[in-house]
């Protein structure tokens, strides 16, 4: 099974830009779609971003479209989350996550394998 790691998390003034990694171990990484995910205080974790195994096709929430954008360099088992024009209201925890089939998949329960999140703040 995969293990997955997050990085690149930070503090970033409104406006910024921060570019998040999601290194994975343990499994053969083109063989799972990956998801990115955002978890603020007090609320349910929300979907951000998908992409499918070869990331020929990706899939951002209305909420970061044109903001974000989701990659992935299978060859280096490492998958990406490119964000610019960051706003307060997304500061969150987010997670990366991964799922073994031909699709992209954007509800929690799609994935099976998640990284410990790394958290991002947008201060205004």
């Known amino acids: 099974q995969v293990q997955l790691v997050e990085s690149g998390g930070g503090l970033v003034q409104a406006g910024g830009s921060l570019n998040l990694s999601c290194s994975a171990s343990?499994?053969?990484?083109?063989?799972?779609?990956m998801g990115w995910f955002r978890q603020a205080p007090g609320k349910e974790r929300e979907f951000v971003a998908a992409?499918?195994?070869?990331?020929?096709?990706?899939y951002h929430a209305d909420s970061v479209k044109g903001r974000f954008t989701i990659s992935r360099d299978n060859t280096k088992n490492t998958g990406y989350l490119q964000m610019n024009s960051l706003k307060p209201e997304d500061t969150a925890v987010y997670y990366c996550?991964?799922?073994?089939?031909?699709?992209?998949?954007?509800?929690?329960?799609?994935?099976?394998?998640w990284g410990q999140g790394t958290q991002v703040t947008v201060a205004s």
């Open positions: 992409t499918n195994r070869n990331g020929g096709t990706t």
């Open positions: 343990g499994g053969t990484f083109s063989n799972y779609a």
């Open positions: 996550a991964a799922q073994a089939g031909r699709y992209w998949y954007t509800r929690v329960y799609d994935y099976n394998y």
